[in-house]
């Protein structure tokens, strides 16, 4: 593992109370990566790598001796916001940062472009919109890196840039006037990114991708993978040769008829394991043997003992094991979940969850549960998901029951509905039907102080769409608007994690609990509904 990364943070409390605005990114910093210790600039102390700095006080011509030898000696300089331009007087801060800045502007929301040719920029989204202060200049010197551009008044400004000085690294960050900018999630993400690039680290280059099954799924999974940086496709796997050329023909891509001959190639650094639920463990654990990443499929496994073993094999071997639970970026879950954060709507306590129709099963494995694990495994593995992740707590009794009554030709139950009891006394249901001629909200969570409700919206498919968020409290009704789809948020999240080890979405412990209420549901309904006490 890497050593974290021993960083020196100073935050001023002059006309900007930098030490209050700052707390929510100094949380973000993962203790894996950064050691921080929060200090004045009394002086530069030894043994850290980067200092952090955001003040509007000035710097003794000391303290910026100190810095500037800091920096020629190996060490990395961070500024926030006005720092620079609180410290341009100073002729050793000068030479150092190459620059003066002027201004700021007034506050306003500014539309901030990252270069998109920078490794530190990857995957920051190619408008992003802060309100803040933009201080202005006609640019950092010739041998700067740009990062980050605004546009101003039809002149384009430089937010962020980095450079080399001696054998260490400068980096400014032109933002930070508001407390709503230290806790947007690109700015600490930015941050952290500058910390590990002024200590001299690089991004780990990209990895390339092997996919294992190219079905529908894989087909979106090999979208997914080409359309973000830092991953690339470097491999298909099917035993079908009418879809090994399908593969070779939408991407130009080296396919394989066997496992193993994917696997044995250098070039795949990742495996995506696509396969039906049955048959994840053995290409996952032979994944990792081989010592690849591997992203599995939901749901992660039909049993806890299989996941367990893969779990152990992954961190045995250092290895990244996630599931692919894409539907945590799905828009309307993101809208009730911070809803439910917010303390909107008081303390949520009661969930009742629905998915389905009157609809004939389709006759693929989906529907066979010897292959699939039965009902609860298809949409359970995303709405358990989504549950465990809304209510955070131990769950404490699983009760389940199955119906069916009208498509004997498929193996899946028609109907089943999952009863949860978490430690704190909250309660949530799942209920998933192909008899149901009515539909049921998608969602109808009670708080203390009020409601969420996701209806569906009268589409041919309700399921690939987002629900209709109504906020019932106090206050009177509220259609939430829902945020913009982030089709590869799981893909990007999976390259920021392989880059610069920012934390995975998705964790297998995670997914394990899924599996874990799964197993016992399916217990449940093998006896008859009956309670299952557990601690998951």
């Known amino acids: 593992m890497t050593r974290a990364i021993s960083v020196h943070a100073t935050f001023g409390v002059g006309k900007h109370d930098y030490a209050r605005m700052a707390r929510p990114l100094l949380r973000s910093f993962d203790a894996s990566r950064f050691e921080v210790r929060v200090e004045d600039m009394a002086q530069i102390p030894d043994g850290r790598q980067i200092v952090l700095v955001a003040t ?160 529908a799924i894989g087909r979106e999974h090999a979208a997914s993978i080409t359309a973000t940086s830092g991953l690339r496709l470097a491999g298909v796997c099917d035993l079908s040769a009418e879809r090994r050329e399908a593969a070779a023909r939408d991407w130009s891509v080296r396919v394989h008829a066997h496992q193993a001959e994917m696997l044995r190639d250098p070039d795949v650094g990742l495996v995506v394991v696509g396969t039906p639920p049955s048959a994840h463990a053995d290409p996952v654990l032979a994944a990792l043997e081989a010592g690849k990443h591997v992203v599995c499929e939901k749901p992660f496994g039909l049993h806890v003992e299989e996941v367990d073993r893969m779990i152990d094999a992954a961190a045995a071997r250092g290895l990244v094991l996630t599931v692919f639970q894409s539907r ?153 608007t829902l945020p913009r789809r982030d089709e590869h948020g799981f893909y990007r999240n999976l390259a920021d994690h392989l880059a610069w080890g920012e934390p995975l979405a998705v964790n297998a412990e995670d997914a394990r609990r899924t599996v874990a209420v799964m197993e016992a549901a399916t217990r449940s309904i093998a006896q008859g509904g009956a309670q299952i006490k557990v601690e998951i």
């Open 56 to 215: 509007d006080e000035p710097i003794t011509a000391e303290q910026a001796s100190q810095l500037r030898d800091f920096v020629s000696a190996g060490g990395g300089l961070v500024l926030l916001h006005g720092t620079l331009a609180a410290w341009s007087s100073s002729d050793a801060i000068r030479e150092l940062a190459g620059w003066v800045p002027s201004g700021p502007g007034p506050l306003t929301e500014l539309i901030v472009r990252p270069d998109p040719g920078h490794s530190v920029t990857q995957r920051i989204d190619a408008e992003w919109k802060v309100r803040d202060e933009l201080y202005l200049s006609e640019g950092p010197p010739l041998d700067a890196n740009v990062l980050l551009r605004a546009s101003w008044r039809y002149t384009e400004q430089v937010v962020a840039y980095e450079r080399a000085y001696g054998s260490g690294r400068f980096v400014y960050l032109g933002l930070g006037h508001e407390p709503s900018t230290y806790q947007d999630p690109s700015f600490q993400k930015l941050v952290g990114r500058l910390l590990i690039l002024a200590a001299g680290r690089q991004a780990a280059e990209a990895v390339g991708v092997g996919l294992l099954g190219y079905g």
């Open 328 to 480: 945590r970026w799905d828009p309307d879950y993101l809208a009730m979940r911070e809803v439910a954060r917010s303390g909107r709507i008081g303390e949520p306590f009661y969930l009742e969850s629905f998915i389905g129709g009157h609809d004939h099963p389709c006759d693929f494995w989906h529907s066979h549960e010897p292959i699939s694990g039965g009902t609860i495994y298809d949409w359970g593995s995303h709405y358990f998901d989504w549950i465990l992740q809304l209510f955070g707590d131990t769950v404490r009794t699983v009760t389940a029951h199955a119906h069916k009554r009208v498509w004997h030709d498929v193996t899946n139950a028609d109907q089943v509905r999952v009863d949860l009891t978490f430690a704190g006394g909250a309660q949530a249901t799942f209920l998933q039907s192909d008899i149901a001629a009515a539909r049921k909200p998608k969602w109808y969570l009670l708080g203390t102080q009020g409601a969420v409700v996701g209806d569906w919206i009268n589409e041919p498919v309700p399921s690939d769409f987002p629900a209709r968020v109504m906020v019932f409290s106090g206050t009177g009704e509220e259609l939430l």
